[in-house]
T-cell receptor
Framework: KAGVTQTPRYLIKTRGQQVTLSCSPI?????VSWYQQTPGQGLQFLFE???????NKGNFPGRFSGRQFSNSRSEMNVSTLELGDSALYLC?????????????FGEGSRLTVL | DAKTTQPNSMESNEEEPVHLPCNHS???????IHWYRQLPSQGPEYVIH???SNVNNRMASLAIAEDRKSSTLILHRATLRDAAVYYC???????FGKGTMLLVSP
């Protein structure tokens, strides 16, 4: 079956702009989580959605937001981009939330902020 | 928030066993321990998970301390394809950190 699909794969923005990233989970998966990956900070959790509701949130400023649609697809948005937002943004889907829910990751969206 | 601590890097020779440690001293009683690995230029992939008992699958074994404050991922015979960054995480918090970069020499 198809894996987790993230679009776009690469994008370049300038400071002050906003960006929206999309994640299509594996069919049947209702949990979607987002992560920011940078060389300095490693893999950091942004937020988790399940059944269209944000269930868990990492320690990121309010400029980072997300949502999940009724078909479980998810988007994350970053407003007022800063240079430090340059990173690989990863999305993962899971059949269940928490516990035994194995995470399946996409290949990521690489954002460069100039 | 509960978090995990791992060594930054470890080295191994091919076909030797590798023990990758993880400390999660603030784990709650019902939290599952998950391990993932990330190969270069790829998203992380699932390796194994457990709650209290040791677990085995085709990729690795997971040894969980009796007090659950630490765990060890065991690769029984490392291959060059096992060179990756290995992350342990607590499923409820999804904190990954920087992981352990495993270097495997032929």
């Amino acid at each position: 079956k198809a894996g987790v699909t993230q679009t776009p794969r690469y994008l370049i923005k300038t400071r002050g702009q906003q960006v929206t990233l999309s994640c299509s989970p594996i069919s049947g998966h209702r949990s979607v989580s987002w992560y920011q990956q940078t060389p300095g900070q490693g893999l950091q959790f942004l937020f988790e959605y399940f059944s269209e509701t944000q269930r868990n949130k990492g320690n990121f400023p309010g400029r980072f937001s997300g949502r999940q649609f009724s078909n479980s697809r998810s988007e994350m948005n970053v407003s007022t981009l800063e240079l430090g937002d340059s990173a690989l943004y990863l999305c993962a889907s899971s059949l269940v939330r928490g516990g035994t829910g194995e995470l399946f990751f996409g290949e990521g969206s690489r954002l460069t902020v100039l | 928030d509960a978090k995990t601590t791992q060594p930054n890097s470890m080295e191994s020779n091919e076909e030797e066993p590798v023990h990758l440690p993880c400390n999660h001293s603030t784990i709650s009683g019902t939290d599952y321990i998950h391990w993932y690995r990330q190969l270069p230029s790829q998203g992380p992939e699932y390796v194994i998970h457990g709650l209290t008992s040791n677990v085995n699958n085709r990729m690795a074994s997971l040894a969980i301390a009796e007090d659950r404050k630490s765990s060890t991922l065991i690769l029984h015979r490392a291959t060059l394809r096992d060179a990756a960054v290995y992350y342990c995480t607590l499923r409820s918090t999804l904190t990954f950190g920087k992981g352990t970069m495993l270097l495997v020499s032929p």
